[in-house]
């Protein structure tokens, strides 16, 4: 399956996907820690899947938010300019706004 393109904003922090501002992962992290990251993270995405008790779960949810936050998808950004975390915002609801409506509409429908 081919993978999707989703728009990402100017500076590079996010991607928009259903509609929203998804952190990216910080641009620094050296090229083997980041695939020992992404390898965590689908091992522990298929631990919450195949979890068959409430703590199996638990660790596994946990083991997810460990591999984003060492990705810095998540936790304390990876940007040094004070900019805030608009994590999880619609991208037409913050300082994105003339960015996302710039877009080719085929584009942001994409995204959407």
Same mark, same amino acid.
């Given at each position: =399956? %081919? @993978?999707?393109?989703?728009?990402? !904003? %100017? ?6 996907? @259903?509609?929203?501002?998804?952190? @990216? #992962? *910080?641009?620094?992290?050296?090229? +083997?820690?980041? &695939? ?5 993270? =689908?091992? +522990?995405?298929? $631990?919450?899947?195949?979890? /068959? #008790?409430?703590?199996?779960?638990? $660790? +596994? @949810? *946990? +083991?997810? *938010? #460990? ?12 940007? /040094?300019?004070? $900019?805030?975390?608009?994590?999880? &915002?619609? %991208?037409? !609801? ?9 877009? *080719?509409?085929? /584009? ?5």
């Amino acid at each position: =399956m %081919p @993978r999707k393109n989703y728009p990402v !904003t %100017p500076d590079g922090r996010y991607f928009v996907a @259903r509609g929203r501002l998804w952190r @990216r #992962t *910080d641009p620094r992290l050296p090229e +083997a820690e980041r &695939r020992a990251a992404v390898k965590a993270l =689908m091992q +522990a995405r298929r $631990a919450v899947g195949q979890a /068959t #008790t409430e703590q199996e779960e638990r $660790a +596994a @949810r *946990d +083991a997810v *938010d #460990t591999a984003k936050r060492r990705l810095g998808e998540r936790g304390p950004v990876w940007w /040094t300019d004070g $900019a805030p975390d608009v994590s999880g &915002r619609a %991208p037409w !609801t913050c300082h994105y706004a003339d960015w996302w409506h710039a877009l *080719d509409p085929a /584009t942001r429908d994409d995204a959407l």
